[in-house]
């Protein structure tokens, strides 16, 4: 019998609070539900399955990302706006690393939840840019370009792929002003 109180929502933290912790590939159901003291056929009541749970847990860390990025360029715009955004990605995927891997996921086509959130992204992504000049199709690619950008090095970098002696915040701000200047240069 399921905890009272035991809801969906509640799975999906503490699920997200498992990936986190044991890494997003390995979060299963049997983890969920000991970490609930709960046996396993209880989380069935809240949950269909393991890729449900999975997809709420992308929807949980797309939200928490978005509200980070958020947060970070209230009151900013232009390059200081994309380097607190792309700072406040670092920092989240750093202090989050299953979220932020769960909320890399795609929406599926029917999930207007998970299409909501990720449009919402995009949205911000496109606002900030559009400090720019960028618009449009330009829009986009830029977007990609700039997720390509902040996921390889966040990537890269939780891989423990960057073994030279130098400082990764000044590559990380180098490559932020680069990608700034870029655009920039566009006009």
Excluded: C
Excluded at 126 to 137: N, S, W
Excluded at 161 to 181: C, H, I, K, Q, T
């Amino acid at each position: 019998m399921p905890r009272v109180g035991l809801s969906r929502a509640q799975l999906a933290v503490r699920a997200a609070e498992l990936a986190d912790a044991n890494g997003w590939d390995r979060l299963t159901l049997a983890d969920v539900a000991a970490s609930f003291g709960v046996r396993l056929p209880s989380l069935y009541k809240h949950v269909e399955s393991l890729a449900q749970l999975r997809r709420d847990v992308s929807v949980l860390g797309a939200r928490e990302l978005l509200d980070a990025l958020t947060g970070a360029v209230v009151g900013r715009s232009g390059t200081p706006a994309l380097r607190t955004m792309a700072t406040a990605y670092r920092e989240f995927a750093e202090r989050h690393p299953g979220r932020y891997a769960a909320s890399v996921v795609a929406p599926a086509a029917q999930d207007t939840e998970h299409l909501d959130v990720a449009g919402r992204l995009v949205a911000l992504l496109a606002a900030v840019l559009a400090e720019f000049g960028v618009a449009g199709d330009d829009a986009i690619h830029a977007i990609r370009a700039l997720r390509a950008l902040l996921h390889g090095f966040v990537a890269l970098e939780a891989a423990g792929a960057y073994a030279m002696p130098l400082d990764l915040d000044e590559s990380y701000r180098l490559m932020v002003d680069g990608f700034a200047a870029g655009l920039t240069g566009r006009r």
